[in-house]
């Protein structure tokens, strides 16, 4: 385990230096500080920076340079006091410029603003959309525009927005800091224009220069775009902490919070407990006790549906329902009776979710619901149990009837990925594509339609049939070479750090940060008071 940690570690330590040093002394050398330079200037020194999405854009756009974190920093953190998103364009990342991934990263940070009704701050530094791929960032619906239709969306529902203009600002970006509720300027170095220079002078031939163009003192005491200018970052961020001092406050979700404790269980212990090898079965209860304040869990139906374990506790002080997969065998009571003998005992894997386990979760999804707990699911999935009883038991019923339960929740959803997070199984326990406020992986998580193993061999056959078909059978030893190739390929895809670099988790983390993590994601939630009632509609029974 210590060696996924030291990767993690390493792994971090470079993505944190964006475009390298030599950009950053450049930055340095235009009397500017970089973004994560500003985010740390602005934000408060004794509250936690969780940040959202630092492995995004890891391995892609190699052809173009790479783009380190999307070319943009985002987090959720504290400005004076106030929890709030903030956005910060790298500008030693390609100018800032946005590729196709820096679009999604910015979409992803302003969703997280309006789920939680949390303020967003952005620190603008951009050359705009990055031109060789304006064709997979421009034009769609998750695309460029999108972000400015958010930018209308936000300020339409009370959420503040304030940007500083610390750099360039160009084109349709230019909408970004102006549809904002208040936009500031750094003389010198920050600049806002629908069209810079050259296009300005290749379009009408005018002859004109940045600053008088778009900078400071045009847009604050001429064209009145601006609100205020300030000297340097510094005083640019300064005033936003003011601002922020300010801010009144609203109606919460009201989800309940005691003092916090720490687990009677030491968390350092996971590392022991958690195999490497995923295919070897532990305790999650274990796992559990050392992530709950005072190791204390209230289970809900403990004996019924053990293949998935449900109840109550309390994360860094804060009421949560708890969702986990079990990853031991364990031994499941069945009916007993005349011709029923066969059911009375069932082994069941760990990892699995069983008919059972589904009736329990969607029963137990649906209380939280009713008491306004927030939910927290702690994936280790390999799937649905398959096969003949498992059809015939309704599996496929109980399955959607969990999947009802969870997509329909009000309360809002957390997901940490601890190890497996495969098919179906992913769905069930609150994936991506079911809106939780929070998508978390371990270094140990694997996503993915199915196992590598069972993925290679189902494609390998695959192959095999093709090739026979077509009269060109393999032999055994270019089957053997072919599997090792589509294992390897596939290895690859199931990395939490694949998952990261395309946003399909937030962030990939320590499980020593998961406690305070979890607590941060709840705290921003409780900004957003419930509003919809909760209906799971037609339900299977």
Not at 10 to 23: D, E, F, I
Not at 47 to 54: A, N, T, W, Y
Not at 56 to 71: D, K, L, Q, R
Request: hydrophobic share 40%; with cysteine; net charge neutral.
């Amino acid at each position: 385990m210590q060696s996924f940690i030291d990767e993690l570690n390493q792994r971090t330590a470079q993505t944190q230096l964006g475009g390298g040093q030599k950009k950053i002394d450049d930055q340095h050398r235009k009397g500017k500080l970089t973004a994560r330079e500003r985010i740390a200037y602005l934000t408060d020194t004794d509250r936690p920076f969780v940040e959202i999405g630092l492995f995004t854009g890891e391995g892609m756009y190699a052809e173009h340079g790479g783009c380190p974190s999307g070319g943009v920093v985002v987090g959720v953190g504290y400005v004076s006091g106030r929890q709030c998103v903030i956005v910060a364009n790298d500008a030693t990342v390609k100018a800032g410029a946005w590729f196709p991934i820096t679009a999604k990263k910015n979409l992803r940070a302003q969703e997280i603003a309006m789920e939680n009704h949390l303020p967003i701050i952005y620190l603008v530094d951009s050359a705009g959309v990055y031109l060789p791929l304006q064709d997979e960032v421009f034009a769609d619906k998750e695309h460029f525009g999108r972000t400015f239709r958010n930018n209308a969306q936000l300020s339409a529902m009370g959420i503040l927005q304030v940007a500083a203009i610390m750099g360039s600002c160009v084109a349709g970006g230019a909408y970004l800091p102006i549809m904002s509720d208040e936009a500031l300027i750094v003389e010198g170095t920050g600049s806002i224009f629908l069209a810079g220079p050259y296009l300005v002078k290749a379009s009408i031939g005018e002859d004109v220069d940045a600053e008088i163009l778009g900078g400071a003192t045009t847009h604050t005491d001429i064209s009145g775009v601006v609100d205020n200018k300030y000297p340097d970052d510094q005083s640019c961020l300064d005033a936003i902490k003011r601002i922020f001092d300010k801010i009144g406050h609203r109606e919460t979700a009201g989800f309940d919070r005691v003092t916090p404790a720490l687990p009677t269980k030491n968390p350092e212990e996971i590392y022991q407990i958690l195999p490497t090898d995923r295919v070897k079965p532990y305790d999650m209860q274990e796992i559990v006790d050392r992530l709950v304040d005072n190791s204390v869990f209230d289970a809900y139906k403990p004996g019924y549906g053990q293949s998935l374990i449900c109840g109550y506790a309390r994360i860094d002080g804060w009421a949560v329902g708890i969702v986990a997969n079990q990853r031991k065998v364990v031994k499941a009571k069945g009916r007993t009776g005349p011709g029923m003998s066969d059911r009375a005992t069932e082994m069941q894997m760990g990892g699995v979710i069983y008919g059972d386990a589904a009736d329990k979760a969607a029963r137990f999804i649906m209380n939280c619901n009713q008491k306004r707990i927030p939910l927290v699911f702690l994936q280790d999935v390999s799937g649905f149990m398959v096969g003949s009883r498992a059809e015939q038991g309704g599996i496929i019923k109980d399955g959607a009837k969990m999947v009802s339960a969870m997509a329909n929740s009000v309360v809002p959803k957390f997901t940490v990925v601890v190890g497996n997070s495969y098919g179906a199984g992913n769905y069930a326990m609150c994936g991506k594509a079911y809106d939780p406020r929070l998508m978390l992986a371990w270094p140990t998580a694997q996503m993915a339609v199915m196992s590598g193993a069972s993925a290679a061999k189902t494609l390998l056959q695959i192959q095999v049939a093709a090739q026979k078909a077509k009269g060109q059978p393999m032999t055994p030893e270019e089957e053997k070479a072919q599997l090792t190739k589509i294992t390897d390929q596939y290895n690859a895809q199931l990395s939490p750090y694949y998952a990261a670099a395309r946003l399909w988790v937030d962030a990939v983390i320590d499980p020593l940060q998961t406690r305070q993590i979890l607590s941060e994601g709840i705290a921003a939630a409780n900004h957003a008071p419930i509003t919809k009632p909760f209906s799971v509609g037609v339900i299977q029974t």
